[in-house]
């Protein structure tokens, strides 16, 4: 769980920026902590984040999951659910639910 989110998806990018208008979106995100992610990336079941309340989505990078669940202002808020895989005895994520108040 982090603050800031990876550089370059779908979670880090204000797609609601009007200062920005007509340039495409502002991106969130940090370089760095995408890189420890992808260098990291056999011991991640899933990332999730916010800082970017407008870009409440869920991405992947490789074989986990980025979710950002929205802004808790807003009402917004994300449910995880994780279930260890029989087969591998990794974990994995079995379920994302996108919840209001």
């Not at 969130?28 to 916010?50: C, P, Q, W, Y």
């Not at 802004?71 to 279930?83: H, I, K, N, Q």
């Amino acid at each position: 769980m982090a603050h800031d989110g990876p550089q370059g998806i779908a979670t880090a990018d204000d797609k609601l920026n009007t200062q920005n208008a007509g340039r495409g979106h502002y991106k969130f995100g940090s370089l760095g902590f995408t890189k420890l992610l992808e260098k990291n990336k056999d011991r991640i079941v899933a990332v999730v984040h916010g800082h970017c309340h407008a870009g409440a989505a869920v991405d992947r990078i490789g074989d986990f999951k980025v979710i950002n669940p929205g802004s808790l202002e807003w009402a917004e808020f994300g449910r995880l659910r994780l279930a260890k895989d029989e087969e591998t005895a990794k974990w994995k994520v079995s379920k994302i639910d996108k919840c209001y108040l």
